[in-house]
């Protein structure tokens, strides 16, 4: 740490009312730094958030995080604000550019979103010019910037209006030209007809271009409200000041410079919880209702249930069932409606083992003068959007996927602006290229790159997608399949949320239909690759799909020339009070009561509380007496009639009718429902008499 410091200096804040004199300890920024915490040799309490825990694994170390927090850091993505609370996170880099972006969801139209500034109502030393200040703001349903100090004064404002109850995303670049606020990466209100940009960015020039001062004040930014009495302009030299009004709603995915923000544990907050509370009652009974691998999206007034990547079904309970591409393998579907041709996203999970070239799918016009497509270049996931103008193309050069793991790849197109990330998407793992938020400068005035409207992806709904390979057909016979991807997985693939059928597993969705298609296989198989594979003992071979691997094997290190087991539960892997056995090898952890999971990170979902539960189970238990009651009083009732006629002498004839009856026996099968079990079963068959 001390490598990273460059000066000690005394640091006064004024609060109005005492001064607090403390060493003020600054280090170099880094303005686009990628955390790799997870590569310390050691875990650290920093390691993990959340109430993570850091554990040792063969591969490096590994937190296992709760439910509700994601990435290999268990960062917590979003954050409720209920009209009088504040959080503060990290200060913003003092340098340039700068790019923030955030997720939000405004409960009412008007509200302070982020604030950087003076952490005081007044100011003692006013004359020594405008004090740095940053704020975003929603006012009136519109979103605005204000920026105050030594390169001028600004303030910006988009011409949209942002709906309370609805997801919008704000875009906050600062480059030396100026500054530039973009609405839902302006991808949305194209369909209208619109011609220019300004219902979804607004731009400025720094009036002051010369002035080489940090345009950030170095202290921590403050999200929803002010830790403080609302700042007195005059007193810190600004022509305006941030908006009155804390905000009521909710704040997700801060993205700075390109590094997701933890929202779960600020370091101060006041009068806010993590998570967005709102939209988690939207669906239902609280995050319950989407079950432990769902999570309620879609805004207040479009709430729907989304499954994490690979489970599907009600309360996101089952599994996705992958499928293997094979050689010259493709799919093409037809779809039922079309998705939005300005705003788009692709999902999918992928598995392959090296550097592997091909396509993975492909949205296009009829014909071919737009599409989208993401595909591999030697392992590397790009996504490519081509139209009869332009070709752009983005990858996540710094992720290869050859690994032989499961990865999800999303990527989205937003009029101009392409983006492409895996798993998480945080830091290095996500790359955008954005050209609305370019500009030039002309005489003090900042104009955007790209002037005409972007070119609309219209699908083709008969030809337009494919997946793993584009077929050429020659009068109806399949003569090659082009830019096919072989020898790896692919699973639960979707298009802007919806899913696509992947066969033999699944041919029919609500979106769409597989027409075509050559190379799939069910499942993710692969050959033994142990196969004529020797270690040197003690070691043994251990098959990772598609990769020998001389190991002592999970839950088991090489200490000296011996395998010996690795007591996991010395890194008390058990989240949430729960217990931990080692097993030699692995480990189990046996939960609480309120918990469940591997090693006990979700909160375990209550019993269907439904209002007529339990009056209807009273009913049904005094139904089922009654009905006891009853076949016992009848079952009493033929046993003393049945002794009364044993008691009897036989008519005549009797013995002849009874004999009768034993003549002509029926056969009855039961049926069994082929589609529960394997065909050919054989049917049991039951010979009875026939009672006349």
């Known amino acids: 740490m001390i490598a990273w410091l460059k000066s000690v200096l005394e640091k006064v804040v004024d609060t109005n009312h005492t001064s607090l004199v403390t060493p003020r300890l600054t280090r170099a920024h880094d303005c686009h730094r990628r955390s790799h915490h997870l590569e310390e040799e050691s875990c650290t309490p920093s390691t993990c958030l959340n109430g993570g825990r850091c554990v040792r694994t063969d591969s490096g170390n590994r937190c296992l995080c709760p439910g509700r927090s994601w990435g290999p850091r268990c ?201 967005c509370v709102p939209q988690d009652g939207a669906c239902g009974q609280g995050t319950s209702y989407c079950g432990l691998r769902g999570e309620c999206v879609g805004g207040l007034e479009e709430p729907k249930c989304e499954c994490a990547a690979g489970w599907m079904g009600p309360k996101c309970a089952s599994p996705t069932t992958p499928v293997a591409l094979r050689q010259s393998s493709f799919t093409k579907v037809t779809l039922f409606r079309l998705p939005d041709p300005y705003h788009v996203t692709l999902q999918l999970r992928l598995k392959l083992r090296g550097r592997h070239d091909g396509l993975l799918m492909q949205l296009a016009t009829k014909p071919d003068s737009v599409s989208l497509k993401l595909r591999l270049r030697g392992g590397v996931a790009c996504a490519v959007l081509t139209t009869e103008e332009t070709e752009q193309e983005v990858c996540l050069e710094s992720f290869p996927l050859g690994d032989g793991q499961w990865h999800t790849l999303h990527v989205g197109r937003h009029g101009h602006n392409l983006g492409i990330g895996v798993d998480e998407c945080d830091g290095w793992k996500q790359n955008d290229t954005l050209p609305s938020l370019s500009s030039t400068t002309d005489h003090g005035e900042m104009h955007g790159f790209m002037v005409a409207p972007p070119a609309p992806l219209l699908v083709d709904k008969k030809d337009g997608v494919f997946l793993g390979g584009i077929p050429e057909f020659v009068s109806l016979s399949l003569v090659a399949v082009h830019d096919d991807l072989t020898d790896s997985c692919l699973d639960d693939v979707r298009v802007s949320g919806e899913t696509v059928p992947l066969p033999p597993v699944l041919n029919h969705t609500s979106w769409g239909r597989v027409t075509t298609l050559k190379g799939l296989e069910a499942g993710c198989s692969a050959r033994d690759a142990c196969f004529n594979t020797t270690c040197l003992p003690p070691l043994t071979c251990h098959n990772t799909w598609r990769q020998a691997t001389c190991s002592c094997g999970p839950g088991r290190h090489l200490v000296g020339h011996e395998c010996q087991d690795v007591d996991e539960c010395l890194f008390k892997p058990c989240l949430h009070g729960g217990t931990c056995y080692n097993l030699q090898p692995n480990y189990q952890c046996t939960c609480g009561p309120d918990h469940t999971g591997d090693y006990c990170q979700w909160l375990r979902l209550p019993s269907d509380t439904h209002p007529l539960k339990a009056p209807m189970a009273i009913a049904a238990l005094t139904l089922s007496i009654l009905l006891v009651v009853v076949i016992g009083v009848v079952l009493t009732l033929r046993h003393h009639r049945s002794r009364a006629a044993r008691s009897s002498p036989l008519c005549p004839g009797d013995l002849d009718k009874g004999s009768h009856a034993l003549e002509a026996p029926v056969t009855i099968e039961a049926v069994t429902d082929l589609s529960r079990t394997q065909a050919g079963e054989r049917r049991r068959v039951f010979h009875l008499p026939v009672l006349q």
């Open 75 to 275: 960062k917590v993505l979003a954050r409720t604000f209920s009209g009088s609370g504040w959080a503060w996170v990290r200060p913003l880099p003092p340098c340039l550019p700068t790019t923030v972006s955030l997720r939000l969801l405004p409960r009412l139209p008007s509200g302070l979103i982020l604030y950087s500034g003076p952490l005081s109502s007044t100011s003692t030393y006013p004359h020594w010019g405008p004090t740095p200040m940053l704020a975003v703001q929603l006012v009136e349903g519109r979103p605005q910037v204000v920026l105050e100090g030594g390169r001028g004064s600004m303030k910006l404002q988009v011409d949209t209006l942002l709906r309370p109850g609805t997801w919008h995303t704000l875009h906050l670049h600062l480059d030396a030209q100026g500054v530039v606020l973009m609405v839902d990466t302006c991808g949305r209100g194209w369909e209208r007809g619109i011609n220019n940009e300004r219902h979804c960015i607004a731009r400025a020039a720094w009036a002051k271009t010369e002035d080489t001062d940090s345009w950030s004040s170095g202290v921590p930014l403050q999200l929803g409200g002010l830790a403080h009495h609302h700042p007195r302009p005059s007193d810190f030299g600004w022509t305006t000041g941030p908006h009155p009004e804390p905000l009521n709603g909710c704040i997700s995915h801060l993205t700075i410079n390109g590094e997701l923000i933890d929202l779960g544990e600020p370091a101060y907050s006041s009068n806010s919880q993590k998570g």
